[in-house]
């Protein structure tokens, strides 16, 4: 291999590999997540182009935070289409609340060792979010959570 | 030799990523992300750097996309591992570890260990085993199947000169060298027993029985004293062709292995010179 992949043991990786994989991602992402207005205008949930903007931002942002990296198409749209129809959802409070669930799934994934598939830690989060959290973000994330992660390290998640 | 940028890794990286969470994870880990970025790099270098046998792409050095070096460089590994596969099983077939626990655990239960586990997709740069029991030709800087196949062509060259004494003149040298060497000797056999055949030819005693009886010793000093450690190693190099054309002909691969031994064996001769304990190299 030549001087553009310096090395090949895991631990001496080019800082800027993350980076980068996360740039990649980030311009399919946009068009994608717009697309989902046409599902959520039934719900009276629309997000602006900057809004959209923003969340991808801050879905940057969370991958960083969390040290994870995303490939193909993000967890957004899924989200978006997961919870677009919960009680607790307006247009007021759609992208601050998306936000939040999204940098919540990336740090409960992370919590639950990758144990849960996407699907399933989203599903998870939505019938906590509606039910006993009614729509407390920090319910959902200190609390049920928090439970299920600790449920599932030290193996005891019975589902 | 290919020149890839990292970014034309990244297809092949996101590819397996899918593959290691069967679709059911759009995000992994950083620490998941560099080792599958590592085993496509592993991969490529395998392609970079193998002739194998069956690769076309592999065998005319041509270049080529990196996933097809890729594929070309994972087909590779998985020949190599076949070929590791079947110098085990000779080896295998009959290894005396000569009661050497460290030996036995690291080459009879280590190595099909590894077979079992070893992950070609996902983590061809892990050999899993720390191999514990040492070659005279170090491993280091090696790893996946690489590191494994050649410390397997190492364990089959030292066994090759390890075959020609009696198993109980071996046992009867490690016992004089540790009582509990079985569980405690923790070095090279080979190394060992090298020492003390060269111990019999210089005391004209039978090599096989790797035996030398009191007095031996002072001809061993002769031989060596006054000498540089340079000097020594030139005393050595003759001596061990006398070895090796005895026992083995003009098995010239295994006469090039046993003489990177020359080195370290010169430094403990002039060690015990100095410090008057020749008896500890020549037991």
Same mark, same amino acid.
């Given at each position: ?67 994870? &990296? ?51 830690? &989203? ?37 | ?60 050095? /041509? ?9 070309? $460089? ?15 099983? /000779?080896?295998?077939? #009959? ?45 280091? $800087?090696?790893? $996946? ?20 004494? +009696? ?12 009582? #509990? ?24 005693? +039978? ?30 190099? +003759? ?7 005895? $026992? ?10 046993? /003489? ?24």
């Amino acid at each position: 291999m030549g001087s553009c992949i310096p090395v090949r043991r895991e631990g001496r990786m080019d800082k800027d590999f993350f980076g980068l994989m996360i740039k990649e991602q980030q311009k399919q992402e946009l068009q994608k997540v717009l697309s989902c207005n046409q599902n959520t205008a039934q719900f009276g949930l629309k997000l602006s182009e900057r809004d959209a903007m923003e969340l991808l931002q801050s879905r940057k942002t969370d991958l960083k935070e969390q040290e994870r &990296i995303e490939f193909g198409e993000g967890i957004l749209s899924k989200l978006i289409y997961a919870f677009c129809d919960s009680p607790y959802l307006f247009q007021d409070n759609y992208v601050e609340v998306m936000e939040q669930l999204q940098s919540i799934f990336y740090e409960y994934k992370n919590e639950t060792l990758d144990e849960l598939t996407d699907d399933e830690l &989203i599903e998870r989060m939505k019938d906590y979010f509606d039910g006993e959290c009614q729509g407390s973000i920090e319910f959902l994330e200190e609390t049920c959570l928090e439970m299920l992660a600790g449920d599932i390290r030290r193996g005891s998640e019975d589902e | 030799m290919n020149n890839y940028k990292m970014e034309d890794l990244l297809p092949i990286v996101a590819d397996l990523s899918k593959q290691y969470t069967c679709n059911e994870s759009s995000s992994i880990p950083y620490e998941k992300a560099r080792m599958l970025m590592a085993a496509v790099v592993y991969c490529i270098e395998e392609y970079d750097r193998e002739d194998c046998a069956g690769i076309p792409e592999a065998a005319m050095k /041509k270049r080529v996309d990196p996933r097809t070096a890729y594929e070309a $460089g994972c087909r590779c590994v998985v020949e190599k591992v076949h070929k590791a596969k079947v110098i085990y099983e /000779k080896i295998a077939e #009959d290894f005396p570890t000569f009661g050497c626990l460290n030996c036995k655990d690291t080459i009879l239960e280590g190595i099909p260990a590894f077979f079992l586990w070893y992950d070609v997709r996902f983590k061809p740069q892990n050999h899993l085993l720390t191999l514990d029991y040492p070659t005279l030709r170090s491993i280091r $800087g090696l790893c $996946g199947i690489d590191a494994i196949y050649q410390y397997l062509i190492n364990i089959e060259t030292e066994w090759t000169f390890l075959r020609a004494f +009696p198993e109980h003149s071996v046992i009867s040298l490690l016992d004089r060298t540790m009582p #509990d060497y079985e569980e405690l000797f923790l070095d090279n056999i080979c190394g060992a027993v090298l020492r003390n055949a060269v111990g019999c030819v210089i005391a004209d005693r +039978p090599i096989t029985a790797l035996v030398l009886l009191p007095g031996d010793l002072q001809r061993i000093e002769s031989c060596f004293r006054g000498k540089s450690k340079e000097r020594i190693r030139q005393c050595l190099d +003759p001596l061990l062709d006398t070895i090796i054309r005895h $026992g083995y002909g003009n098995n010239t691969f295994l006469s090039e292995y046993i /003489k990177i031994e020359i080195p370290d064996f010169a430094c403990a001769v002039d060690a015990a010179l100095k410090n008057n304990c020749l008896g500890k190299v020549f037991v």
